[in-house]
């Protein structure tokens, strides 16, 4: 069965930083492009960035670009966001997904809460 | 403001038959990029219910379809259920913006 369990989540000042972490099983996580997406309370869906299968190629919307940084680590089958200068609009849901074009399966995901 | 344009709300009676329309642009749906759907039900994390556009994953009731024609994809829900009561958003590329884009999501309610 494919999981994806997200953690790192919690409470942090704006201007603070975070890193989150998703543990990947059930799949040959090196072979597949992953993506995070959040949630913001009661709002859409966004797509934050991208990263291939070696770490060589990563993609960011501009909302983050500068600030977030996504990586990976296939030996450990995790993959990483890590978050700088958050800001209350961070506030959200941050959800690791498998990339295939699409995103299966979701997780639980975790919370970000930017706040002072 | 969504890249992909979705009606906020859509509503039917149970049996009835609706669909869910995605507006994009020349950059993603009309640039051939697929277009993928998820279902998020209140408190719950999404799930996809059409990818590629067209295919339903293992599990998806054959009453949920998907359709996509030049800049537009369409979610055709038919035999309304009160279960299908949840948030419906598309997901396509946009080679402008060198990333996945959303629409900004539909609220189903069965009446």
């Keep these: 069965e494919v999981q994806l369990v997200e953690s790192g989540g919690g409470l942090v000042q704006p201007g603070g930083s975070l890193r989150l972490s998703c543990e990947n099983s059930g799949f040959t996580f090196s072979t597949y492009w992953m993506s995070w997406v959040r949630q913001a309370p009661g709002k859409g869906l966004q797509w934050l960035a991208n990263i291939n299968q070696d770490g060589s190629d990563k993609n960011y919307v501009d909302s983050v670009k500068g600030r977030f940084t996504i990586s990976r680590d296939n030996a450990k089958n995790s993959l990483y966001l890590q978050m700088s200068s958050l800001r209350v609009e961070d506030t959200a849901v941050y959800y690791c997904l498998r990339d295939n074009d699409w995103f299966d399966p979701w997780g639980q995901g975790t919370l970000v809460t930017v706040s002072s | ?111």
């Excluded at chain 2, 990029?33 to 799930?47: E, K, L, S, T």
């Design chain 2, 1 to 111: 403001q969504s890249v992909l344009t979705q009606p906020p709300s859509v509503s039917g009676a149970p049996g009835q038959r609706v669909t869910i329309a995605c507006t994009g642009t020349s950059s993603n749906i009309g640039a051939d990029y697929d277009v993928h759907w998820y279902q998020q039900i209140p408190g719950a994390a999404p799930r996809l219910l059409i990818y590629g556009s067209f295919n339903r994953p293992s599990g998806v009731p054959d009453r949920f379809s998907g359709s996509k024609s030049d800049t537009s994809a369409s979610l055709a829900i038919t035999g309304l259920q009160a279960e299908d009561e949840a948030d419906y958003y598309c997901q396509s590329y946009d080679s402008d913006l060198s990333g996945s884009i959303f629409g900004g999501g539909t609220k189903l309610t069965v009446l």
